[in-house]
């Protein structure tokens, strides 16, 4: 009895908070009756053109969560008192979305076949895939050796621990042991030693009982002719993780 109506009433409160919440109404302004229903869209390229308001929300709304922004990244949306019209595409990033909508749709098409399976066995690229959150996906260890370019290891550094955080614990950016290794063992390779053991140094604040840094920290300082260094490294290595073989053979050999 009473039951079944608290029920459905409930379920009319839900459905009516959340279409005002799509369309963003007016604190203060509700029990005023039906709300005016949103204006229709008009500038749908990618979509067809009658597809469900609903569905395109969704995907807007996975569109924002896949590259950490705000709808008024891609949209003309200053709310209330300024200009909101969601169909205008004079906004570069609403354009370059578009084109990512059919990149993504070709990669899906052209995947089962590279991978020989069928369409539903097949895995899905989403925006999430490559953007992980972030708007202009780029690696770290590209992020930070450009940075480095500029300013040396500091300016490297600098970046590094800023996206850091912000981001760790996120998906967005590799912060795991072997992220600044990877980041060291490419600037020793440009001929930057020096900038290689600072970022290994850093490392070893993260991550204090890097087996992995010591062993690489190893290398550089071997490559560079400090002997010394690099024995004093290895047995650390060695005493962090008896079992790694590798710098343990590296000892010998320095050794002698
Ligand atoms: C990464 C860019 C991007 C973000 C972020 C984004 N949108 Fe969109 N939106 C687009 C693109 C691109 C289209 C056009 C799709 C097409 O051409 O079929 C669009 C279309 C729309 C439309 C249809 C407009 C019309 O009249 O044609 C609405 C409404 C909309 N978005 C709402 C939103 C809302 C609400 C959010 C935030 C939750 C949002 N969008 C976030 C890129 C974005
Ligand atoms: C195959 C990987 C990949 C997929 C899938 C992908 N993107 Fe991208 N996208 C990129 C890369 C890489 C860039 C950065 C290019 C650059 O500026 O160097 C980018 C850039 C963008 C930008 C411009 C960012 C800026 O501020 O310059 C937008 C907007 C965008 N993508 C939206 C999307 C949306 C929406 C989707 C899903 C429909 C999507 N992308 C799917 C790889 C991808």
Avoid at 62 to 72: I, Y
Avoid at 85 to 91: F, G, L, P
Avoid at 141 to 167: C, H, K, N, P
């Amino acid at each position: 009895m009473i039951r079944g109506t608290n029920g459905i009433a409930a379920l009319g409160l839900v459905l009516l908070t959340g279409s005002l919440a799509f369309a963003q109404a007016p604190a203060g302004g509700g029990q005023r009756g039906a709300q005016a229903p949103p204006p229709p869209m008009t500038n749908l390229q990618i979509f067809p053109k009658d597809a469900q308001r609903q569905q395109v929300l969704a995907t807007m709304q996975a569109f924002t969560q896949s590259l950490g922004v705000q709808c008024n990244y891609c949209h003309v949306q200053e709310g209330r008192g300024g200009r909101n019209d969601m169909a205008s595409d004079e906004k570069q990033t609403k354009k370059t979305a578009r084109q990512m909508m059919v990149l993504a749709r070709e990669i899906n098409e052209k995947l089962p076949t590279a991978v020989s399976k069928s369409a539903d066995a097949t895995t899905r690229v989403g925006c999430a895939t490559c953007h992980r959150g972030v708007a202009v996906p780029k690696q770290i260890t590209d992020i930070v050796t450009d940075a480095a370019a500029g300013g040396g290891a500091s300016a490297g550094l600098a970046r590094f621990r800023e996206l850091r955080e912000r981001y760790f614990g996120g998906q967005s950016y590799d912060f795991s042991e072997g992220s600044l290794i990877a980041i060291a063992q490419r600037a020793n390779q440009a001929q930057k030693a020096d900038d290689a053991l600072a970022y290994l140094q850093a490392n070893l604040e993260f991550y204090p009982k890097s087996a992995r840094t010591y062993q690489t920290m190893a290398q550089i300082k071997n490559g560079k002719g400090d002997k010394d260094g690099a024995i004093k490294d290895l047995e650390k290595a060695v005493e962090l993780d008896p079992n790694n073989n590798q710098a343990k053979m590296m000892l010998q050999q320095l050794k002698g």
